[in-house]
């Protein structure tokens, strides 16, 4: 059974760096695009950024580039979101996707149960 499972949240300052992870069971990680969401409270859910099954491709949100950077370990079934400069209104709970493309929530098959992120002084 294919299982993602976030990790690397916490409460950070702002300004601040947070590395989340997400491990996937049940299925080869190189198959497919991996996708990082997230959702604050009272909000939609955004797609923060995305990567291609072998890494030639990645996109995101505007509000993060320049800030957060995806990767991926194929050989780990691990994905990655280094994020940087955070700021309070990256405070959301992030969630890894796993088979799709792009940052429509509508677009990816697998998610993740989060992880929460809190950026605040």
């Known amino acids: 059974q294919l299982q993602l499972v976030e990790s690397g949240g916490g409460l950070v300052q702002p300004g601040g760096s947070l590395k989340l992870s997400c491990t996937l069971s049940?299925?080869?990680?190189?198959?497919?695009?991996v996708g990082w969401f997230r959702q604050a409270p009272g909000k939609e859910r955004e797609g923060v950024s995305c990567i291609n099954n072998i890494s030639t491709n990645k996109k995101y949100l505007n509000a993060v580039n320049g800030r957060f950077t995806i990767s991926r370990d194929n050989g780990k079934n691990m994905a990655y979101l280094q994020m940087t400069n955070l700021k309070p209104e990256d405070t959301a709970t992030y969630y890894c996707?796993?088979?799709?493309?792009?940052?429509?929530?509508?677009?990816?098959?697998?998610w993740g149960q989060g992880t929460q992120v809190t950026v605040s002084s």
């Open positions: 996707a796993f088979k799709g493309w792009g940052l429509e929530v509508a677009a990816w098959e697998y």
């Open positions: 049940g299925e080869s990680l190189g198959k497919y695009g």
